[in-house]
């Protein structure tokens, strides 16, 4: 047995794809394959990590691994110096021959498996690989997301009416935009509440080997690091949030973190979840009447529109990309990002109570407020990058280099978006409701 155990082809599971139904081993049953998991020091000891940013990785990393145990797979979970160093390591007690992962999101991370010859297949966890994005977008001589949204909905089939000859979006109009900007309500209404998943021995031991350089709140089980509670999640925001989500999903309220937003973008970026279920799940909700079609198409929209194209202009303009700064900004990161009682700027200090308290800020509070200080300011682009990438749950690379760099600071020179989002303080004072309580006009 131990023979054939060491004869086995491992593969290589990433922190960030922890789904038993994506790439390599989905196809695998236990005794079919070795699984291997790294967690490597030299990350961790990478970046001042927002606690629950930290524990959730690790917490969903050792939770997906007792899964696979349990379910009868020879897992080898190892603390590393490094990932090649967790390999090596692996590939020298167990004797490997062949290492096989799917593609990592991240470039660096591509290229790291590429140099230590193991195999790859594509990456799933998306309904557009980046190869077929770089496919669409050669054929332009502009990016619009317009357009990459109105040819993902087309060709997956989701929200389309085909009972005519030629196909058309359900509702009669691609975009509900104008339904979905309204500003806050004044009634004092009660939003969509999210379960508080129970912390365990798992949580725990990570929580007590935490090291003094972390900030933010302590884990609180406001972050799933199972499929099982992500799925939760899921079908509690289509149940109660999805139906509100869409009128305000640009509000901000200071006294509410989250509003009817979705809060599942750290579920999606770790694999717990797949981008065809949760549009799946919300166009039922339209189906059946549980959700009218503003909020939906605004939901889908951020799901196969917005994340989708953002996965494709990183991979499309990596890794030049990553050191655009079109407007020479370089100021470091200011105080008012580090504590909530650092500014006099309400919204502002507002916004980083909801990053400390949760590790989370809505999209609008992260582009029109961090992100429209950041860039009046002059920060360092690289540096913003950093800090949102280490202090949001759902940041990577991936995710961050294309909403900050050519989104928010428009230090791409236009490459991404058509103008720089900057903003004064009548859209803040719409939109919001901290300015009437700042000391500041």
Not at 283 to 308: K, L, T, Y
Not at 395 to 402: D, R, S
Request: hydrophobic share 40%; charged share 20%; net charge negative.
């Amino acid at each position: 047995m131990s023979s054939q155990l060491e004869s086995l082809e491992t593969i290589w599971v990433l922190g960030d794809q922890l789904n038993r139904g994506s790439g390599p081993l989905a196809s695998r049953k236990p005794g079919e394959c070795r699984v291997l998991l790294v967690t490597s020091e030299t990350k961790i000891a990478s970046k001042r990590w927002h606690r629950q940013r930290l524990h959730l990785v690790l917490s969903a990393m050792a939770h997906f691994v007792e899964e696979l145990r349990e379910e009868g797979f020879a897992v080898d979970h190892r603390v590393a110096p490094s990932l090649p160093a967790g390999l090596q390591a692996h590939c020298d007690e167990f004797k490997v021959e062949r290492v096989l992962a799917m593609e990592p999101m991240s470039w660096d991370g591509r290229r790291m498996l590429e140099q230590l010859d193991v195999d790859l297949v594509p990456n799933d966890q998306f309904l557009c690989h980046y190869d077929d994005f770089a496919s669409w977008a050669t054929e332009r001589k502009a990016l619009k997301l317009e357009d990459f949204y109105r040819w993902q909905r087309l060709r997956l089939n989701i929200l389309i009416n085909t009972s005519n000859a030629t196909p058309q979006p359900v509702g009669g109009q691609w975009n509900f935009d104008h339904d979905n900007r309204e500003p806050p309500p004044k009634d004092g209404r009660a939003w969509p509440a999210i379960t508080t998943f129970e912390l365990d021995d798992i949580d725990r031991t990570i929580i007590d080997g935490f090291a003094d350089n972390l900030w933010g709140a302590m884990p609180d089980g406001s972050w799933p690091v199972t499929r099982t509670q992500a799925l939760v999640r899921l079908s509690e925001f289509v149940e109660t949030g999805l139906a509100p989500f869409g009128p305000h999903e640009d509000a901000m309220l200071a006294e509410e973190w989250k509003l009817a937003h979705s809060v599942l973008a750290s579920s999606l970026n770790l694999g717990l979840l797949h981008p065809r279920e949760v549009v799946e799940a919300a166009e039922a909700a339209f189906r059946n009447g549980d959700a009218p079609i503003n909020s939906v198409e605004g939901f889908v929209r951020q799901i196969i529109g917005w994340r989708e194209y953002v996965w494709g202009v990183y991979w499309l303009w990596m890794p030049d990309y990553r050191a655009a700064n079109a407007l020479d900004a370089h100021r470091p990161i200011p105080p008012a990002f580090l504590k909530p009682t650092a500014t006099h700027m309400a919204c502002v200090s507002s916004v980083i109570d909801h990053v400390d308290a949760h590790g989370y800020a809505h999209h609008i509070e992260r582009l029109m407020v961090l992100g429209n200080l950041a860039l009046t300011a002059g920060i360092n682009p690289q540096a913003m990058v950093d800090w949102m990438w280490s202090s949001f749950v759902d940041g990577a690379e991936w995710v961050m280099l294309p909403n900050v760099i050519g989104m928010a600071l428009f230090a791409d020179g236009g490459q991404m978006a058509t103008k720089p989002y900057a903003s004064g303080g009548a859209y803040l004072n719409k939109m919001g409701n901290s300015c009437k309580a700042c000391r500041y006009n």
